[in-house]
């Protein structure tokens, strides 16, 4: 059923908050609590193993997404829990230090600040991170690289191959945030040599409460477990001693998000069964109307430079160039009056707004499932605010 606002359908630029989801993502869900509700990994009972070969068919899904071995695949509630669980895994200690780049998500610099030293990459001017600066950066307390492959503000993609590179020149293992790219283009871990790499379902078409950490083997195995407890182990003694089980299942304690999982399972299904080459076709079509739509309007300052040059997904942040459009009342116009969805604020990223001098911006992230048209009517939206406020 479609929701309608302002006097017609809303039209939903918010997708790097959240995307949307498919009926058949709605589905897995409710089949598994309608017809084999039960907890996994723990009985024998039919509904159990039901349960159990489902959960674990989406973790070869999810191997074969990232082209990766089903035993790297680790679920998760989302990118942050992935991000801290290695966090809290490494055992960092206070005079050790992280390297980042100015570009992160607060969920890719607290986990790592609030154990030890940060140290933020700088940008170069066509919006991606400094890859020589952070070379100076490196020393012998640095124990991690950790960057994103999109940002969640200027839509720039980080070429991640290189900073592996540079992370294993080191001897240092790299942590790729893809919570941005998931939906937009084909991941493959194996090219891109990282070694651990996070991914939020709820961005994928599918539900909240489901993602996933993927880690190369070895590095896993070197990780503490952050949470002990059912599912964990595989004996404990009358002392109290124990034994883990194996990699991936040492690091999923407890009854995890059964339907959310089994959800994330069907939107990989739906992605794949549109396909990532007709996807980033139409992604290519709408970044150009985007582009277009903002080089036409005037009074507008857009985070970071729109230079073709360098890869962008679908999202772009902006504010009045003078004052005007403020960024939480121009969302609140756009929503009411136009039904557009879009976001203001900071993005969880205070440090690359305070780069660009200033609290907030407004962003619009669009997915595959958006329009051209409805670019278009963003692009009337605005102007007709403008006159509305006099800043035409």
């Not at 194996?246 to 399972?265: K, N, Q, S």
């Not at 739509?293 to 890869?311: A, K, M, Q």
């Not at 929503?335 to 407004?362: K, N, Q, V, Y």
Request: hydrophobic letters at 40%.
């Amino acid at each position: 059923m479609t929701r309608w606002a302002a006097g017609g359908p809303i039209i939903y630029f918010d997708n790097a908050a959240t995307s949307l989801k498919p009926q058949r993502v709605i589905d897995a869900m409710t089949r598994y609590m309608v017809h084999y509700t039960a907890n996994i990994h723990r009985g024998n009972h039919t509904l159990a193993q039901e349960a159990s070969i489902a959960y674990e068919q989406v973790r070869e899904k999810a191997a074969r997404f990232l082209r990766c071995s089903s035993h790297e695949v680790i679920f998760v509630r989302g990118a942050t829990e992935g991000i801290n669980l290695v966090a809290a895994g490494m055992n960092l200690q206070k005079d050790e230090n992280v390297v980042g780049t100015l570009l992160e998500h607060h969920s890719n610099i607290l986990p790592w600040k609030s154990r030890c030293g940060y140290r933020a990459v700088p940008l170069l001017p066509s919006g991606l991170p400094d890859l020589d600066a952070a070379s100076s950066l490196i020393d012998g307390k640095t124990r991690l690289l950790a960057i994103t492959s999109c940002s969640n503000v200027t839509g720039v993609y980080v070429p991640v191959r290189p900073w592996a590179e540079l992370a294993h020149r080191y001897n240092l293992p790299l942590l790729v945030d893809a919570a941005q790219s998931g939906a937009h283009r084909r991941l493959d871990v194996s090219e891109m040599d990282c070694d651990f790499l996070v991914l939020s379902g709820h961005k994928m078409c599918g539900p909240t409460g489901a993602g996933v950490l993927y880690g190369k083997e070895r590095r896993l195995m070197d990780l503490e477990p952050v949470f002990l407890g059912g599912g964990t182990v595989t004996r404990v003694r009358p002392d109290y001693t124990y034994d883990l089980r194996d990699v991936p299942w040492r690091f999923e304690a407890g009854t995890p998000d059964i339907a959310a999982v089994l959800g994330f399972g069907a939107a990989i299904d739906y992605l794949e069964g549109i396909g990532f080459d007709a996807i980033e076709r139409q992604m290519v079509t709408l970044r150009k109307a985007l582009v277009e739509l903002f080089e036409s309007i005037d009074g507008i300052r857009v985070l970071h430079s729109l230079d073709p040059g360098t890869p962008r997904a679908c999202i772009v942040s902006f504010t009045g160039s003078s004052g005007t459009f403020p960024p939480d009342y121009l969302s609140r116009i756009l929503s009411d009056t136009f039904g557009i969805m879009a976001r203001s604020g900071h993005h969880c990223a205070h440090p690359l707004h305070d780069t660009f001098g200033i609290e907030g911006s407004l962003r619009v992230s669009l997915l595959f499932y958006n329009t051209p048209e409805e670019i278009s009517y963003l692009g009337g939206a605005l102007k007709q605010i403008r006159k509305m406020t006099g800043t035409a």
